[in-house]
């Protein structure tokens, strides 16, 4: 049971899922300091200094009006409108950059030539000949 379960373990496709999933973690957290650091300070300055993550609406009375996000959700139920658009505009910067890397990693390949078939092998040639003499 050993010796299977290393079979499996050290197979070529988990090894590489293992690597893309540690690959792709370290990628998120470049893409989410990108999009916190750089991204959203631009958006919040064009904007007026609007800071998306702190919009809700309270869906209760206990909660009062003008306190962060976070100390709203511990005052009663709230709609996190602007953390959702946060959330939805990281995941659109991630998928947009990855779809850059992907293209970019598929024009660096290089393209096999498309090669052409020679013509029948000798041998073809010859079941031919032999084909063609026996219809006569």
Known sequence: MLDEFKKFALRGNVVDLAV?????????AIVTSI???????????ITGGLDFSNYYTALSSKVQAGVSYADAK????????????TVTLNFAIVAWVLFLVIKGMNRLKKQEPVTV???PSDEVKLLMEIRDLLKK
């Open 74 to 85: 511990k005052q009663g139920a709230v709609l996190g409108w602007g953390q959702f658009l």
């Open 117 to 119: 078939p020679a013509g």
């Open 20 to 28: 893309g999933v540690i690959i792709g973690a370290a990628f998120g």
């Open 35 to 45: 999009v916190s650091d750089v991204i959203m300070p631009v958006i919040g300055a």
